[in-house]
């Protein structure tokens, strides 16, 4: 069955359409990163300093902030070149590997899964642009989503099974789920649902695996189901929730050279 | 209606902390890994995930999206007291930054908590609001007159005037444990080293007060740091001996940064100074110890500024000393208990961590707990005590000056 999405057939959903849900997307996040930054912004400057009284919290105070850290000398005479903790520390996560080797394969998997995916979707986004504004390329957006399909399914599976390891942990591991809080559960759960959602929606599509004997009729309303709540919890909801981890521990771990 | 301010301000936190609040992902290792939570018999309120967690919704509740849409949520005092409790009740050794998968610098976390409490007028903890005072007024927290800096000299110990190396002794071994003081100060005469002393013009490193977060009632730990280097200066130093963790780490890393500049001298531990002349050949053992040693790494030498293998290539080089590994040890070791203001602020905690430490030791079934801080081995002495159990506690450089059949009384 040709990919769309929309409420049925006779209420397909527009790129133009679709654009304009992944502005409203785009703009809830740049919204909470803004007060975020801004909250961020309101401390002071440098150790043992105090914030200027009675000013507002600064975006461009926290990022001042935090690049005179990244680049000061550590205080404490020890730190690790910037291109090791960006290889090492954010990409390969290798703090998580010195911990425990199950989280560290959990994590990678939900990292690598959810961070390409996220380039897929982007890619094939731009190619329907590309399109769309009429500058012609070797190959057809449809094609083109055609060529990634196999990395779409092998990402796909590669980000559930890490986020299958994370809930059964949470679930059985009776210190973690003793430990976690409405915060954990939230971010899991919203990963999951938007997995799931990806394979259900192509899976009726398709017929293959998980359609779980669908009516393909559904299959526009479930891609659109799962188009929103990407945007919804992959973008917008970033900066709201748990999610702000992938953009505060990588700055985290510059400013502190890595870590201890 | 009036706006409501927010219960929270951020003095002392700055922008990269507040971000560092949302940068942890509970992952739970410093739980396991923190020694008072353990100790405690894990209160919940010390675990230092818990603590980042309640400051991130003081944050979120103070300057979050609906603080801006709703205003400020109060956050009653009675909270912010427990919290401080909570926040002191840590000995800022550092392990939970180690096995942090986010990289926080918890330690300056904690310390910058406690800071923005104080200064709020909640905290520090107990008898820490004395240190200011203490400190500020007799230059030692130990209410010691600073003429009797230099009293435990014995009459066999030369001090130069002027040289290139001063030993600072710090107060806990100039006043109390001067063993350590003994020690070096004949280790260094017996190797040829010529040394000076600042005596009364020693003042305290400042640990206590910068540990506690009150560095900044009367700028005692910028005064404290200004007259030290002054007086170290005049004394002609290129090279700064400690033989106390403590100090060392005051003095390497707070120094600098309360005085804004880099020192005008190099400051060394004794550990590695010793290790040193060992790999030079220059120290020449006399006596044999002939006991089995494990070794304590203390938190502010080895964690905080990364001395781990020097005091082992000492021990490990003594005669006679067959040396033996704790099962935590280095960046995983156990504290001792005493520091970040526990030991006078929480006995009770402090002694409890003391006690799990000297177990570690017993594991090893060693004759000597040995260490590179005069407060650790006060502590680990202390623990030993209350277990009432027989092992001796011994610093390396007390151990050093029995191999080189010198006194430490």
């Known amino acids: ?260 | 209606m009036a706006k409501r301010n927010p219960s929270i301000d951020t003095k002392n936190l700055t922008a990269v902390q507040l971000m560092e609040l949302d940068a942890c992902v509970r992952c739970g290792e410093c739980v396991k890994w923190c020694p008072t939570y353990a100790a405690s018999g894990e209160k919940p309120g010390l675990a230092p995930r818990d603590k980042i967690l309640r400051w991130r919704q003081y944050m979120n509740k103070s300057y979050g999206l609906k603080a801006r849409l709703f205003g400020p949520q109060e956050i009653p005092i009675s909270e912010l007291e427990e919290f401080k409790d909570d926040v002191h009740g840590c000995t800022t050794c550092g392990i939970c930054s180690t096995v942090c998968e986010a990289g926080i610098n918890t330690v300056e976390l904690w310390e910058s908590m406690r800071a923005n409490l104080v200064k709020k007028g909640i905290g520090p903890y107990g008898k820490q609001n004395m240190f200011p005072k203490l400190i500020g007024q007799y230059r030692n927290p130990y209410m010691k007159d600073q003429k009797d800096r230099l009293a435990w000299v014995p009459p066999d110990v030369k001090i130069e005037d002027k040289a290139d190396i001063v030993y600072f002794t710090g107060c806990t071994a100039g006043y109390n444990q001067l063993a350590l003081a003994f020690a070096t100060s004949r280790v260094l005469n017996k190797l040829g080293i010529k040394f000076a002393m600042l005596g009364e013009d020693e003042w305290c490193c400042g640990s206590a007060l910068i540990r506690t977060g009150q560095a900044h009632i009367n700028n005692v730990p910028y005064e404290l740091a200004k007259h030290n280097v002054e007086a170290i200066q005049k004394k002609g130093a290129k090279k700064v001996l400690f033989a106390c963790a403590g100090c060392f780490r005051a003095a390497k890393v707070d120094w600098p940064r309360l005085l804004g500049k880099e020192l005008p001298f190099e400051v060394v531990h004794v550990s590695e100074f010793l290790a040193g002349l060992i790999k030079e050949g220059k120290i020449k053992w006399e006596k044999s110890i002939n006991k089995t040693v494990t070794y304590h790494d203390p938190c502010h030498l080895g964690r905080h500024v990364g001395v781990f293998d020097a005091p082992r290539y000492v021990l490990s080089h003594i005669p006679g000393v067959k040396f033996v590994e704790m099962d935590r040890i280095k960046e995983f070791q156990r504290c001792c208990g005493a520091g970040g203001g526990v030991k006078a602020g929480l006995p009770d905690l402090a002694m409890a961590v003391a006690e799990s430490r000297v177990k570690d030791a017993l594991d090893t079934k060693a004759d000597i707990l040995s260490s590179c801080c005069p407060f650790c081995k006060r502590n680990l002495m202390d623990g030993r005590d209350s277990l009432k159990v027989d092992l001796v506690v011994e610093d390396v450089i007390e151990l050093v000056a029995e191999a080189l059949n010198l006194e430490t009384k």
């Not at chain 1, 094609?143 to 590669?158: C, D, K, Q, T």
């Not at chain 1, 809080?181 to 959602?197: A, E, K, N, P, R």
């Not at chain 1, 929730?241 to 771990?253: D, Q, R, T």
């Open chain 1, 1 to 260: 069955m040709v990919y769309f999405s929309g409420l049925s057939d006779a209420l397909r959903i527009t790129f133009v359409q679709m654009m304009i849900l992944s502005a409203i997307a785009i703009v809830i996040f740049l919204y909470g990163m803004i007060i975020t930054l801004q909250k961020w912004g309101s401390g002071a400057t440098g150790y043992a300093l105090e914030p200027q009284e009675g000013k507002r919290g600064s975006a461009i105070t926290f990022l001042k902030t935090w690049w005179k850290q990244v680049t000061e000398k550590s205080p404490h005479g020890h730190g690790k070149p910037i291109l090791e903790i960006l290889i090492l520390d954010i990409l390969f996560q290798r703090r998580i590997l010195k911990r425990s080797g199950l989280r560290w394969v959990m994590h990678i998997l939900i990292f690598a899964g959810w961070m390409t995916l996220f380039a897929l979707s982007g890619l094939m986004f731009s190619v329907e642009l590309t399109h769309m504004i009429g500058i012609e390329l070797p190959f057809t957006p449809h094609m083109f989503r055609e060529w990634l399909s196999i990395p779409n399914y092998i990402f796909g599976y590669i980000l559930l099974i890490g986020v299958l390891i994370a809930i059964v942990r949470r679930l059985f591991v009776s210190e973690v789920r003793e430990a976690s809080i409405m915060y954990d559960w939230v971010l899991i759960g919203v990963v999951f649902l938007v997995t799931i959602s990806g394979f259900l929606a192509d899976g009726i599509r398709t017929g293959l695996i998980w359609d779980f004997g669908l009516d393909p009729s559904l299959a526009p309303p479930a891609a659109l189901f799962h188009s929103v709540i990407s945007l919804l919890f992959c973008i917008a909801f970033i900066p709201y929730s748990k999610y702000i981890h992938i953009i505060a521990i990588p700055l985290a771990l510059l400013a502190n050279k890595g870590g201890e």
